[in-house]
């Protein structure tokens, strides 16, 4: 009989992840402890922006014409305890309020909630992104509050938003970290698909599993820090950051990727991940191994103070009391309507805060915006943004952006000034069309 399949948590992760299972044949239940979510979710609608997750939850959810009927989605941990042979835990692990290491509430509630409905034999796998250390403690919880005989995996999840469904069916690799081969041999069954697709399956013991995920995303945040450090060199040599990268990236063994300089990175993911790693280096009284990501983080923050400082001297120099400041981009990046720890809105709220008359415009991510933003100002359009703005700011990358026409918003710009906070216009285009377009880390023409 196929596999029976829970996730519990139904964010970002836990949404594709369950819709991802049901593509692959298996029967899913989601659980989630927000029941306007559960009802959403029936209802074959995500309650966030993701490209082709919509669609891939049409194809399964129960009730929903022409669909599989294989995915289903319930609030009863009781359910969800009769119905998984394999149970998914996909919570989120956001940074604690004023610290740097991730609060664990969420993972530590879902287990505890978890393991009293766990009377059949049963894999519970986390995929949730913890410090070291959470597995060995989270498998002697179930052991010891579970009454049928389950046993836990670690199996991280390495999805990007924006590519979410792509990369959880065919993922760079899975890696799973487990203790008894009946564990690993049930995850090569969920996982084989991608697997023969050629996903590479890699098994390791619970520690090695955790510790993938967190160094996988200090190692792309130092690529980010590192070029955008060569870009306040360059900014300060004259050089040029963008043919830079292009130049170190034909070394394979740099590579292309991950080495586009601009106002640094965001989203829910790379900034916590990092400080919740430093902390736990910490606690592990190794804190001078991960020393040099304080630095990775702090060139990250630099480039927003750095893009706020561009800005003042781009309409005037000495404040922004009085100007008007057109904000292109909410989301951390495109594709995605998630503005958590947003390069843009940080940018834009600094701005704000010093007397700027900020207008904000985005594709998808307006309404996150709004509720985290309340002050700013927003705009419909990418026009109506920069209607009488004494400078343009171009800080998320969406593909709107680069097809924008430079003259028509040239006619309704109190100044044609464009600051390019991630290297992605055509400043050709905007330059014909008569304005001074400026990019990070690149020589003023
Ligand atoms: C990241 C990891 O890529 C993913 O593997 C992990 O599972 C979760 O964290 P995500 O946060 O969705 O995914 O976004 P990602 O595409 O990695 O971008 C992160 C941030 O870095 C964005 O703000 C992006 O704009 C920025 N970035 C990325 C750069 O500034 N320069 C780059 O070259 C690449």
């Given at each position: 009989m196929a596999l029976k399949i829970t996730v519990i948590g139904t964010g970002y992760l836990g949404a594709t992840h369950a819709a991802a299972m049901?593509?692959?044949?298996?029967?899913?239940?989601?659980?989630?402890?927000?029941?306007?979510?559960?009802?959403?979710?029936?209802?074959?609608?995500?309650?966030?922006?993701?490209?082709?997750?919509?669609?891939?939850?049409?194809?399964?959810?129960?009730?929903?014409?022409?669909?599989?009927?294989?995915?289903?989605?319930?609030?009863?941990?009781?359910?969800?305890?009769?119905?998984?042979?394999v149970h998914f835990v996909c919570v989120n692990t956001p940074q604690k309020h004023g610290e740097y290491a991730c609060d664990m509430s969420y993972v530590d509630s879902a287990f505890e909630s978890l393991a009293p409905v766990l009377t059949r034999t049963a894999l519970v796998v986390g995929k949730s992104t913890v410090p070291v250390g959470s597995a060995e403690r989270l498998a002697a919880l179930l052991a010891e509050k579970a009454p049928g005989d389950v046993e836990l995996a670690w199996n991280p999840e390495f999805l990007r938003e924006g590519f979410a469904v792509q990369d959880t069916l065919h993922p760079d690799r899975v890696v799973v970290g487990v203790t008894s081969e009946r564990a690993e041999k049930?995850?090569?069954?969920?996982?084989?698909?991608?697997?023969?697709?050629?996903?590479?399956?890699?098994?390791?013991?619970?520690?090695?599993?955790?510790?993938?995920?967190?160094?996988?995303?200090?190692?792309?945040?130092?690529?980010?820090?590192f070029i955008n450090a060569m870009a306040e060199i360059c900014e300060a040599a004259d050089g040029d950051v963008v043919k830079l990268a292009e130049a170190i990236g034909h070394d394979e063994r740099i590579?292309?990727?991950?080495?586009?300089?601009?106002?640094?990175?965001?989203?829910?993911?790379?900034?916590?991940?990092?400080?919740?790693?430093?902390?736990?280096?910490?606690?592990?009284?190794?804190?001078?191994?991960?020393?040099?990501?304080?630095?990775?983080?702090?060139?990250?923050?630099?480039?927003?103070?750095?893009?706020?400082?561009?800005?003042?001297?781009?309409?005037?120099?000495?404040?922004?009391?009085?100007?008007?400041?057109?904000?292109?981009?909410?989301?951390?990046?495109?594709?995605?309507?998630?503005?958590?720890?947003?390069?843009?809105?940080?940018?834009?709220?600094?701005?704000?805060?010093?007397?700027?008359?900020?207008?904000?415009?985005?594709?998808?991510?307006?309404e996150n915006a709004r509720r985290l933003f309340p002050t700013l100002g927003y705009a419909e359009s990418a026009l109506d943004a920069v209607r009488g703005a004494d400078v343009v700011l171009h800080l998320t990358e969406w593909r709107e952006f680069r097809e924008l026409d430079p003259a028509a918003l040239g006619e309704v710009a109190s100044s044609r000034i464009v600051l390019d906070g991630r290297n992605a216009l055509d400043g050709g285009k905007w330059r014909e069309a008569g304005w001074t377009y400026r990019a990070m880390g690149r020589p003023r023409a």
């Amino acid at each position: 009989m196929a596999l029976k399949i829970t996730v519990i948590g139904t964010g970002y992760l836990g949404a594709t992840h369950a819709a991802a299972m049901a593509e692959l044949g298996f029967e899913v239940l989601g659980l989630d402890v927000v029941p306007e979510k559960i009802e959403m979710l029936s209802a074959g609608k995500v309650p966030m922006y993701e490209p082709g997750l919509e669609e891939l939850l049409a194809r399964h959810v129960t009730g929903i014409e022409g669909s599989s009927g294989r995915l289903r989605f319930t609030t009863s941990w009781e359910e969800i305890g009769e119905f998984g042979d394999v149970h998914f835990v996909c919570v989120n692990t956001p940074q604690k309020h004023g610290e740097y290491a991730c609060d664990m509430s969420y993972v530590d509630s879902a287990f505890e909630s978890l393991a009293p409905v766990l009377t059949r034999t049963a894999l519970v796998v986390g995929k949730s992104t913890v410090p070291v250390g959470s597995a060995e403690r989270l498998a002697a919880l179930l052991a010891e509050k579970a009454p049928g005989d389950v046993e836990l995996a670690w199996n991280p999840e390495f999805l990007r938003e924006g590519f979410a469904v792509q990369d959880t069916l065919h993922p760079d690799r899975v890696v799973v970290g487990v203790t008894s081969e009946r564990a690993e041999k049930l995850l090569r069954e969920v996982y084989a698909t991608p697997v023969e697709e050629g996903s590479p399956f890699v098994v390791t013991d619970y520690p090695t599993a955790e510790l993938v995920k967190t160094a996988a995303n200090s190692f792309l945040a130092t690529k980010i820090s590192f070029i955008n450090a060569m870009a306040e060199i360059c900014e300060a040599a004259d050089g040029d950051v963008v043919k830079l990268a292009e130049a170190i990236g034909h070394d394979e063994r740099i590579g292309k990727k991950f080495l586009r300089a601009g106002v640094g990175f965001g989203g829910g993911c790379l900034p916590k991940d990092i400080r919740a790693f430093m902390a736990r280096a910490g606690e592990l009284g190794v804190d001078q191994a991960l020393t040099f990501l304080r630095e990775v983080d702090s060139i990250n923050m630099r480039r927003r103070g750095h893009m706020v400082e561009l800005a003042r001297d781009a309409v005037g120099g000495d404040s922004f009391l009085g100007k008007r400041v057109a904000v292109l981009g909410a989301t951390f990046k495109p594709d995605s309507d998630d503005v958590r720890d947003s390069p843009a809105l940080n940018v834009a709220g600094q701005i704000h805060l010093q007397g700027g008359q900020v207008t904000v415009y985005d594709p998808k991510g307006m309404e996150n915006a709004r509720r985290l933003f309340p002050t700013l100002g927003y705009a419909e359009s990418a026009l109506d943004a920069v209607r009488g703005a004494d400078v343009v700011l171009h800080l998320t990358e969406w593909r709107e952006f680069r097809e924008l026409d430079p003259a028509a918003l040239g006619e309704v710009a109190s100044s044609r000034i464009v600051l390019d906070g991630r290297n992605a216009l055509d400043g050709g285009k905007w330059r014909e069309a008569g304005w001074t377009y400026r990019a990070m880390g690149r020589p003023r023409a």
